[in-house]
């Protein structure tokens, strides 16, 4: 794939990623991309809903705070995982969606969904007496 002016857009290229270790291994080099607290979660919605604007991202990832997700989205986008399209700039209004590779991700993705739902239960709330 080529950007429109014919130069190789980013998500031709892998990813050169640090692994620990003497051999590279692809399981630790994902987990490094993807494996940030709030990044999977990020990807999620950006596959179940499309693109999105800042502030609805936010709000779809619930318990994020701006920082966060401003820092998570620009890791992303450094990754080639998302892209940032201003659509306005009074007022700035920017929106988010995934690159190729990004969408790559949706077998990964929703496998750690399925086996979440399969194998982990939410907490039990507490009750406290008083």
């Not at 494996?35 to 990807?43: A, L, T, Y």
């Not at 990832?61 to 401003?70: A, E, H, M, Q, Y």
Request: hydrophobic residues 35%; aromatic residues 6%; glycine residues 6%.
């Amino acid at each position: 794939m080529s950007d429109t002016d014919g130069s190789p857009s980013d998500t031709d290229e892998p990813l050169e990623v640090w692994c620990a270790g003497k051999e590279w291994c692809p399981i630790t080099s994902t987990a490094t991309v993807i494996g940030k607290k709030w990044h999977p979660v990020v990807i999620h919605r950006l596959l179940e809903h499309g693109p999105m604007g800042f502030n609805e991202l936010k709000e779809d990832v619930d318990g994020i705070s701006s920082k966060v997700l401003s820092d998570s989205l620009e890791d992303l986008e450094d990754k080639s995982l998302v892209n940032r399209e201003i659509i306005s700039e009074k007022p700035v209004r920017v929106s988010y969606s995934l690159t190729e590779r990004g969408e790559s991700l949706q077998t990964v993705i929703y496998e750690m969904a399925k086996w979440g739902a399969e194998h982990l239960a939410a907490p039990e709330e507490v009750e406290t007496t008083s």
